[in-house]
Every structure is written in structure tokens, then in C-alpha cells.
């Protein structure tokens, strides 16, 4: 790549999260609009109740399906067991998903037709393959086809998924939530839980119980930047992994490269909580999920297309308890 190029592409990539701001700020109008419309005045006058609507109609509206068209490449294999070191590769080298599993921060069901993907279906035929498929389109992947036909006849999944509990405190993105779950045709596997997931353990929260040391997955993606009381609540998720039990992770940290990065990183993250329904930038996710507790192995690091120029540096991979 020529240098006018790169530099035309770090500039691009410094001024991003800008544009996803102004994104969000334009979102802000429609949503107060629809609250008058649909005459819910006490939401609009409560600023927690409004921020919670406004992040509800930025996610499920623009900034959700973007993303997951940007992630699917990462996280649909990441949950296949085919993400090592922060690259995706063709045969299945851990476990994928199975069994009884925790989505933390579900939001408004971006990824739930993964789940009946590997809880009837399983890898090799339908849905991954179409996902697949739309996804080598969009980003014009020059092996496309093969990879494509690689998915489909050789990633096996450790299904099935017997019970998915999605967390999700913020109930204006339960409609859609619920929608994507009629779709998937999951009703009889996939439960939300209405609370975040400090109260997942109190009875007089919501009507369900989860079991410490029942679960067999935990899949977090973009969520952890959001709860409060970050170390508390993730040391607490890892009581409730069976031994052997798998948190998939695909979050976004704080930038550890270099300082002018950091420093941009941090001015950027004085505005962007507001914006992005409380999410933060300057967590140590990764870190925080490392001192949870005892991790037979870990398999977590920066996806490999990431550039330095990455003001929202992810981490993806698998923690093994
Ligand atoms: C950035 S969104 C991501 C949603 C979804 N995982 C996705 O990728 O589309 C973060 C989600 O975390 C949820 N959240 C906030 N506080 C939470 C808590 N205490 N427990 C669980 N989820 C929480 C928010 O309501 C929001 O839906
Ligand atoms: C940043 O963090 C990752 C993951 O913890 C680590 O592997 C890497 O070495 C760190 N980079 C620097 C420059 O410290």
C-alpha cells in the first residue's frame, strides 16, 4: 500500500468514532419525537429512562446491523471454536458453543440467530453458509468461495444448545429482542432475563434462577464497556461457568500501544459514555476478566486486521475455567 494511502486510511480511522457521535446525536431528535408520539412524557422526563430509548433506537436502528456486518466475520467463527490468537482460521481448533449458555448485554437481538444456527440447524447447512456467504459479499473477500465452502462442510459444532439466558436490564430493546427470537424460532431455548446481571441471582428481581456453576457458555460481545461495577459483576459471571465451562469474548478495551493513542483515546472517551448509552472506553475488559478467577487456558488477543490506529481496540477469544 502506498504511503498517501495508509496515512489517508489512519486519518480516516482517527476520525471514525467522531462521525459515530454525530451518529448518535442526529438519532437523538427522532427518539424524543417518538416518546411524544407515543405519549410516554415520564420517559421523557426522566434523562436515565431517555438515555436507555435513545441507546435502544441507535442500536437497533443504524449502529447494531453495521456492526455485526463489520463482526460477523470474527465472531460467527469465534463461536464455532475457529478463533485462535486473534485470527480466524478454517478448521475448529476449541470447542464451539453448546449447552446452557448466558448472553450478557443480549441488546436487541443482533446475534440470536446464531444460537438456532448451532441449536437445530448445526454448522454445514443453512444459515451460517447464507451468513457467510452475504458477508464474503460485503466485504469482497477475494477467497470468498473457498472459505465459504470450507464452513460448510468442515466446522463442527459442539451443539446442542440446550437453554440460552440473554440479560438485558434495558426493556425498550426487549420488543426486538423478542422479535429476533420469534425469527430464530428459539422461544422454547432462548429466556431473557429483564435485570443486568448483578441482580441475575435475586429472586425477587425477576422469576427464574440460574445456578452458580450451571453455565456451561458465557458469550459477551460489546457489553462488559456498559455494566457497572465492572470487577464485582465479571468476578461474579465466573461463578456461575461450570469447570470447563467457555466465556467467548469479543469486547473493546483501552488502548495500551502507544501514549498518543491512549491520550486520544481518553478525550474521545469524554464524550462517547453520553452518546453510547454509558459505554466506556478505557476498561481493561481483558485484565479485569483474567483476575476473575483461575482460567485453565486462555485464548484471548487483539484481532489481527486491527491497525494502530484503533481508537476502539477489541479483544476476541476464549477463556477456558
Ligand atoms: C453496546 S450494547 C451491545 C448489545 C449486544 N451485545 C450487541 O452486540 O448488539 C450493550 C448492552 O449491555 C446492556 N447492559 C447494560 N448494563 C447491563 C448490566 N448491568 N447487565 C447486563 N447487560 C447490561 C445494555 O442495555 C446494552 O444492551
Ligand atoms: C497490550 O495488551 C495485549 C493483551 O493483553 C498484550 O498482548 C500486548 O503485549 C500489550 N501491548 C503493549 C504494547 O503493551
Redesign the pocket.
Known sequence: MSLARRTIDAFLGLLFPWNFLLVSATCLPKTILRLLRERKFAELLSPSRLK?AW??DL?GGIA?PN??RDAAVRIIPLLQGRATKGAVVDEQVSPGLAGTVI??????G??VDMYSEIAEVRAGSGLWVDMYSEIAEVRAEPDGAARRRKVGSSAAVDGPITRVYG????VN?HPALRRAIAKAGLEDVYRIVP????DLDDATKWDGVVEKGSVDCIV????L????DPEK?IRELYQYLKKGGRWYIYEHVRCNNSWYMKAYQRLLNVFWPHF????LLCRQTEKTLREAGSWEKIDVAQPVTEPWYQVVPHRLGVFTK
Not at 448472553?103 to 436487541?108: I, L
Not at 435485570?195 to 448483578?198: C, K, L, T, Y
Not at 459477551?220 to 457489553?223: E, G, R, Y
Open positions: 436507555e441507546f435502544s442500536w447494531g456492526i455485526r448472553e450478557v448485554g443480549a441488546g436487541s443482533l446475534w440479560i438485558e436490564p434495558n430493546q435485570v443486568g446481571i448483578e459477551s460481545i460489546l457489553c464497556c456498559s455494566i457497572p459483576n453510547i448509552g454509558g459505554c
